[in-house]
């Protein structure tokens, strides 16, 4: 397996744009995981699937921010309307089971907004 | 709400030395501790982890210890190398299936 996609690595985009973030979990994989990396806050979890439905968005920082997955093959990260203090770098990550089992992240995707 | 703290931030020791980062959790139904490690540019990787079974584990270079009455857990890297330099990450995994992680731990070796 290649492990997990994100697709872009790299967005660059005017305030105000809408973003989409998008991951390819593991086959196999019933949970998904997205994350939000920056100097400031380390790494935050958004939200979390499982069998491709949402357990726990309470880490979505607001309306903007949403997600969906709707198979168990792909998931997306929207952001709309874009905000410059949205720029960093997003994780997607992926696992077998729901409890204590190894999550294996993607490469990320790195969010400026001018 | 569930918390992973982790010391120190930042950490530099000399090749060959040992280099120690300390974890705390907050959720006592937690029982799975995974540690990262995350190169530039690249996505967080396991390293290795630990269950609340064992107080114990080692693989090659690297270990870590649980104290899950203490709600600590840490790892050690022996004889370090220029090759560990990376920024480490302690999780836990908590009672609400969610994998938590600590802030984070830049290691440095120096040559």
């Known amino acids: 397996d290649a492990g997990v996609i994100q697709s872009p690595r790299h967005e660059v985009t005017e305030m105000g744009q809408e973003v989409t973030l998008r991951c390819k979990p593991i086959?196999?994989?019933?949970?998904l995981f997205w994350y939000r990396q920056t100097m400031m806050r380390g790494l935050e979890l958004l939200i979390y699937f499982n069998n491709n439905v949402p357990i726990d968005d309470s880490g979505m920082p607001e309306d903007r921010f949403s997600a969906k997955m709707p198979n168990a093959s792909f998931s997306t990260l929207k952001i709309q309307p874009s905000e410059p203090r949205d720029s960093a770098v997003y994780f997607c990550?992926?696992?077998?089971?729901?409890?204590?089992?190894?999550?294996?992240f993607g490469q990320g995707t790195r969010l400026t907004v001018v | 709400g569930e918390n992973v703290e982790q010391h120190p931030s930042t950490l530099s020791v000399q090749e060959g030395d040992s280099a120690v980062i300390k974890c705390t959790y907050s959720?006592?139904?937690?029982?799975?501790f995974p540690w990262y490690k995350q190169e530039l540019g690249k996505g967080p990787q396991l390293i290795i982890d630990i269950r609340s079974n064992v107080g114990e584990k080692k693989d090659q270079r690297i270990a870590v210890t649980l104290n899950m009455t203490a709600k600590h857990f840490s790892l050690h890297i022996t004889e370090t190398q220029p090759e560990d330099s990376a920024v480490y990450f302690c999780?836990?995994?908590?009672?609400?299936?969610?994998?938590?992680f600590g802030p984070g731990t830049s290691l440095s070796v120096i040559p």
């Open positions: 959720d006592s139904a937690s029982n799975y």
């Open positions: 990550a992926s696992s077998e089971g729901t409890t204590n089992t190894e999550a294996f």
């Open positions: 999780a836990a995994w908590t009672s609400y299936d969610k994998v938590i």
């Open positions: 086959s196999g994989h019933n949970s």
